[in-house]
Nanobody, 130 residues
């Protein structure tokens, strides 16, 4: 089965940086997308950035990308089976539990919503505070 494990969260000061990792395994198809989401208690989970396995095509949430645009970057390392979320210029409002998720795709489908993803990691806490 697909397994996703996030790591790299912690406490960071405003303006600082963190790199989150998502170790992925168990895929039975080469055509899957891994996305990064975050959730604040009392609010809905929001998608941030996504990357496709076959061509490393990265894309952002078409509706909610503005809060992280220019500050967050997604990338992948095929040799390590890991997807990263590089976060810079962190703000207190970035405080949340960050999740990676996966879904299989076919053709020219680009998924960005929570309900479109089938597999989830356990989450890693990011706290931005002085």
């Amino acid at each position: 089965q697909v397994q996703l494990v996030e790591s790299g969260g912690g406490l960071v000061q405003p303006g600082g940086s963190l790199r989150l990792s998502c170790a992925a395994s168990g895929f039975t198809s080469d055509y899957y997308t891994i996305g990064w989401f975050r959730q604040v208690p009392g609010k809905e989970r929001e998608g941030l950035l996504y990357i496709r396995s076959s061509d490393s095509d990265a894309y952002e949430n078409p509706y909610r990308a503005d809060p992280v645009k220019g500050r967050f970057t997604i990338s992948r390392d095929n040799a390590k089976n890991t997807v990263y979320l590089q976060m810079t210029s962190l703000k207190p409002e970035d405080t949340a539990v960050y999740y990676c998720a996966a879904t299989y795709y076919s053709g020219e489908f680009y998924y960005s919503e929570e309900y479109e993803y089938d597999y989830w990691g356990q989450g890693t806490q990011v706290t931005v505070s002085s």
